[in-house]
């Protein structure tokens, strides 16, 4: 697999200008209201009583390490993206390329790769996460 990613952003780092104050905004609940998030990010049921792995707008699913994921893809012709998080770790990695490959699923693949390379982070001794509890 050939991979083309010219621009990786692990926006629990990022810097404002970056996008991650909107991100973070996400967990705080001042974007949207705290439910709506949580709604988006829920799997539902069909009135089969089928369960769907797909929120408002988001994927959603386990990692290799049992962590709820959420993420979105995009693509066309000549580009591919994916926004991929994990609520519980706040981490969320943004892959965007300009080119018609890889693959959506291969984007999401190495995404994941990614984030099993990046430690787990102890937000309790982080400056300005002192009472906010991740959700999911």
Same mark, same amino acid.
Do not use: C
């Given at each position: 697999?050939?991979?083309?990613?010219?621009?990786?952003?692990?926006?629990? @780092?990022? @810097?404002?200008? @970056?996008?991650?104050?909107? +991100?973070?905004?996400?967990?705080?609940?001042?974007?949207?209201?705290? =439910?709506?998030?949580? =709604?988006?990010?829920?799997? !539902?049921?069909?009135?089969?009583?089928?369960?769907? !792995?797909?929120?408002?707008?988001?994927?959603? &699913? &386990?990692?290799?390490?049992?962590?709820?994921?959420?993420? !979105?893809?995009?693509?066309? #012709?000549?580009?591919?993206?994916?926004?991929?998080?994990?609520?519980?770790?706040?981490?969320?990695?943004?892959?965007?390329?300009?080119?018609?490959? *890889?693959? /959506?699923?291969?984007?999401? #693949?190495?995404?994941?790769?990614?984030?099993?390379?990046?430690?787990?982070? +102890?937000?309790?001794? !982080? *400056?300005?996460?002192?009472?906010? /509890? *991740?959700?999911?």
């Amino acid at each position: 697999m050939q991979l083309y990613v010219p621009f990786i952003v692990p926006l629990r @780092t990022a @810097t404002r200008s @970056t996008g991650g104050s909107g +991100d973070q905004a996400l967990y705080a609940g001042s974007v949207l209201p705290r =439910q709506l998030i949580e =709604q988006s990010f829920a799997y !539902h049921q069909l009135a089969s009583g089928d369960t769907v !792995h797909y929120g408002y707008g988001w994927h959603l &699913k &386990k990692n290799g390490r049992g962590e709820q994921v959420v993420y !979105h893809t995009g693509s066309s #012709t000549s580009f591919r993206n994916v926004f991929y998080r994990i609520p519980s770790r706040r981490l969320s990695i943004i892959l965007l390329t300009n080119r018609n490959q *890889p693959a /959506e699923e291969d984007m999401v #693949t190495l995404a994941e790769r990614i984030a099993a390379s990046l430690p787990p982070i +102890d937000f309790s001794v !982080h *400056p300005g996460n002192a009472g906010r /509890e *991740p959700f999911l």
